[in-house]
């Protein structure tokens, strides 16, 4: 059973940073892709950045910039470094897989499996 799990949420002021993980566990293979989405109160989810096995990287358009993703092989382990955090960007953030080596999507539907997500405020 492939099991995701995020870490590195909290509460930061605007212009603030943080550090989000994606930690996977379970079966593995050599395609995959790794996207972040944020939701934040009462909307849908947000493609925020994705990565994958081959390192190609995709941003969406509100947060280039100022994020970036990377990636652990030897950790199995995905990274989303935030800068210059505005109270915009507050919601709950959730990595997900899919098992595909192409340009990983934004679109949430294009994934299959799902962390429990992480919290981010970004408030004065």
């Known amino acids: 059973q492939l099991q995701l799990v995020e870490s590195g949420g909290g509460s930061v002021q605007p212009g603030g940073s943080l550090r989000l993980s994606c930690a996977a566990s379970g079966p593995t293979s050599d395609y995959w892709g790794i996207g972040w989405f944020r939701q934040a109160p009462g909307k849908g989810r947000d493609g925020i950045s994705c990565?994958?096995?081959?390192?190609?990287?995709v941003y969406g358009d509100s947060v280039k910039g100022r994020f970036t993703i990377s990636r652990d092989n030897a950790k199995n382990t995905v990274y989303l470094e935030m800068s210059d955090l505005e109270p915009e960007d507050t919601g709950l953030y959730y990595c997900?897989?899919?098992?595909?080596?192409?340009?990983?999507?934004?679109?949430?539907?294009?994934?299959?499996?799902w962390g429990q997500g992480t919290q981010v405020t970004v408030a004065s």
């Open positions: 990565i994958n096995s081959v390192g190609a990287i």
């Open positions: 997900a897989l899919r098992w595909s080596a192409g340009t990983c999507p934004t679109d949430p539907q294009r994934y299959k499996y």
